[in-house]
């Protein structure tokens, strides 16, 4: 549990610093807001300490990800990573300057108290390996994320932020049940493996292109979503992942508040949209 929390530390601080080095890159104040996927800047942002930084928590946040997933349930590893919305926003009230309003603090709250429920609820991981077809199942998944982009990509804006997100977060959610599936990483039969790769690289194009254009609180709420719920309830029925004995309804608490307070926290799903210029006319356009 301490790595699934390390690993939210980790991304949550990379999303503000990688923010920050952004906006510093921005020529001019405000120049380029909401223009989706621009290369020079990204080029520009690159050479920057911060986005350095934050690329390296990135990659130690996948690694307290993948040693979490090895210790306990998914569905704990799963909502801590939500969590990390609850980590953006605070330092990102800090770094970037962000006013939180009292609700969303009530929500960090929340986040907080969800996880702590689930520390205390949460049994060991499962040792089950599901059926054998499981890892070609989620290969399939992997491949469908990839066709449900290309699909929901004509949409308009509301619905592509939110089908988008969605996809993505499924794609991050084959991501954690493919870690418990493979056992030697250089095992190139494992059909798990390719679901890994696709899944993860599915997810990121997807989870771009939904914040690129529409509502950023609507793209992350899909993926908390599609992140949380499929893979927590793929552990408890096929890889034996249960709670300590009597604490069952803890556990479900603890996962439904930790979720519901990450995703009161969606706003924070990218930073820069989240500290722009105009946050008042933003909250009004997403509301």
């Known amino acids: 549990m301490i790595c699934a ?8 601080t990379a999303t503000v610093l990688q923010a920050a080095a952004t906006r510093a890159a921005e020529p001019g104040s405000g120049a380029g807001a909401g223009s989706g996927v621009d290369a020079a800047l990204l080029l520009r942002a690159v050479r920057q300490w911060r986005y350095v930084v934050g690329l390296a928590l990135d990659g130690l946040g996948f690694v307290f990800q993948v ?12 909502a801590a990573l939500a969590a990390s919305l609850a980590v953006t926003a605070v ?11 009292g609700t969303e603090w009530a929500a960090v709250a929340v986040v907080c108290a969800g996880l702590a429920l689930l520390a205390l609820s949460s049994g060991a991981e499962g040792d089950d390996r599901g059926p054998a077809s499981l890892p070609w199942w989620l290969l399939g998944v992997a491949g469908a994320v990839l066709a449900a982009g290309a699909a929901g990509g004509r949409l ?3 619905a592509r932020a939110l089908v988008l997100g969605l996809g993505a977060g499924c794609g991050f959610g084959v991501v954690e049940v493919a870690v418990r599936l493979i056992d030697d990483p250089f095992d190139l ?15 990121f194009l997807l989870l771009t ?14 993926m908390v979503i599609g992140e949380t719920i499929g893979p927590a309830l793929v552990g408890v029925a096929w890889l034996g992942d249960r709670t300590r004995d009597g604490l069952g309804w803890l556990t479900v608490t603890g996962f439904a ?7 009161a926290l ?11 210029a105009e946050p008042p006319r933003q909250d009004a356009e997403e509301h």
């Open 266 to 276: 969606a706003r924070f799903g990218e930073a820069p949209a989240a500290a722009g």
């Open 67 to 78: 040693l979490a997933l090895r210790s306990v349930p998914i569905y704990a590893v799963g």
């Open 156 to 158: 308009p804006d509301r």
């Open 189 to 203: 039969t494992n059909p798990a493996l390719y679901a890994l790769l696709l899944g993860g690289g599915a997810a």
């Open 209 to 222: 292109s939904a914040l690129s254009r529409g509502s950023v609180t609507t793209a992350t709420a899909g």
């Open 257 to 263: 508040v930790a979720v519901a307070g990450a995703l």
């Open 5 to 12: 929390l390390a690993s939210a530390v980790c991304f949550g």
């Open 91 to 101: 330092v990102a009230a800090r770094v970037l300057k962000v006013r939180l309003s």
